[in-house]
């Protein structure tokens, strides 16, 4: 037999023998976009804080190298670093943010990200300070010029809603960051506040699709609620189902785009305490980008390859349970310490769209 065939046979097995070598349940990244592609990415990278105490934000007094958790320069600049090979290795156009603390952080990651061995360049930011009690703000990296940015901000002492406008490939695209209250303390006012922003996002939606009904625009981030949740369902009107775009009698109902992601891929945060996987990270976009290419809308839409939604689990960032491994010192059961130096406690999540005029 001539050697082809065993040198065929060569190649997947030693990328099987990686793939378990990095971790069985660590996952190839999806594949690089193709020309005329637009990757939209959220991220919540998990208390992404410098290490100098900034006394201006009592937020971050956890976070410096005299606090529990021994938050030093070199543990920032590593956890940064994993970040950066994961977003590079992800290759999103723009990239949604929750829990970084200032624009210093971004900067730090903008440049991290080109300092790789293969550089991935996103070197526009929008960012606005928030009044958010744990010092943590919203932010959209993008590959695009970002301009006109506001940060709109329903609830007082929250993160805000962050708008930001970028032109792409001739057409403005709109984006809305979010990260609504978390479920930490009283359930009920977490609830009134979840479906304030949501209403609020809600609001800026209808306001820029009664302008332009071919909008493209998209609300993405950390809604702290899942999928299928109130706040979504009747806050945002967001579905995963596609059969209830057809019910516009409140307006058009937007479309979450991880009810394009099956099921058992869609957790992107584990919670431990009660072994569940959430999905509180999401895209949602009007219903008209979902058309088919050839119909009349929105000059961005769905892309119609395969896949074109995921949840991405980064080597740096998941465990050896395929669960997303965060980057901080915890206490274990045992009473001892263990510096975990992954990315973050979620894992980002992807959306490919394509350009159809
Ligand atoms: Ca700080
Ligand atoms: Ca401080």
């Not at 005299?66 to 920032?76: F, K, P």
Request: aromatic letters at 8%.
């Amino acid at each position: 037999m001539a050697p082809f065939p065993h040198t065929f046979l060569l190649v997947p097995v030693c990328a099987a023998l990686l793939l378990f070598a990095a971790g069985v349940h660590a996952a190839p990244p999806p594949p690089v976009p193709a020309e005329g592609t637009l990757r939209v990415a959220t991220w919540n990278v998990e208390n992404l804080f410098d290490a100098e105490d900034d006394p201006d934000n009592p937020g971050d007094d956890e976070y410096t190298p005299g606090s529990w958790r021994r938050w030093t320069e070199e543990r920032y600049q590593a956890k940064t670093r994993n970040l950066a090979t994961s977003i590079a290795a992800l290759r999103p156009d723009v990239l949604f943010l929750a829990e970084v603390e200032n624009l210093a952080v971004l900067t730090n990651l903008v440049r991290a990200l080109s300092e790789l061995s293969e550089p991935f360049e996103m070197p526009y930011i929008a960012h606005r300070e928030s009044g958010s009690t744990r010092g943590i703000d919203v932010a959209i990296l993008s590959r695009h010029p970002l301009r006109d940015v506001v940060l709109h901000t329903p609830v007082p002492h929250m993160r805000g809603i962050l708008e930001a406008t970028a032109t792409i490939g001739g057409t403005d695209a709109t984006f809305y960051a979010c990260h609504w209250k978390s479920w930490i303390g009283n359930a009920e006012e977490n609830i009134a506040t979840r479906q304030k922003e949501a209403a609020a996002v809600r609001e800026l939606v209808l306001k820029r699709l009664s302008a332009d009904p071919d909008a493209v625009l998209f609300v993405g981030g950390d809604f702290n609620d899942n999928c299928d949740g109130a706040s979504l369902r009747l806050g945002l009107h967001a579905t995963v189902l596609r059969a209830e775009l057809a019910d516009v009698a409140e307006g058009p109902v937007l479309y979450n785009m991880v009810g394009d992601i099956p099921e058992t891929e869609r957790g992107s945060y584990y919670y431990a305490r009660r072994k569940v996987w959430n999905t509180f990270d999401g895209i949602v976009v009007p219903p008209a980008m979902l058309r088919a290419p050839g119909e009349a809308g929105p000059a961005w839409r769905l892309s119609t390859a395969t896949p074109h939604a995921g949840v991405y689990k980064p080597d740096q960032g998941t465990d050896e349970d395929g669960r997303p491994k965060p980057f901080r010192r915890v206490r274990k059961k045992d009473g001892t310490d263990e510096f975990m130096d992954g990315c973050s406690d979620h894992f980002p999540l992807w959306v490919d769209f394509q350009r159809v005029r």
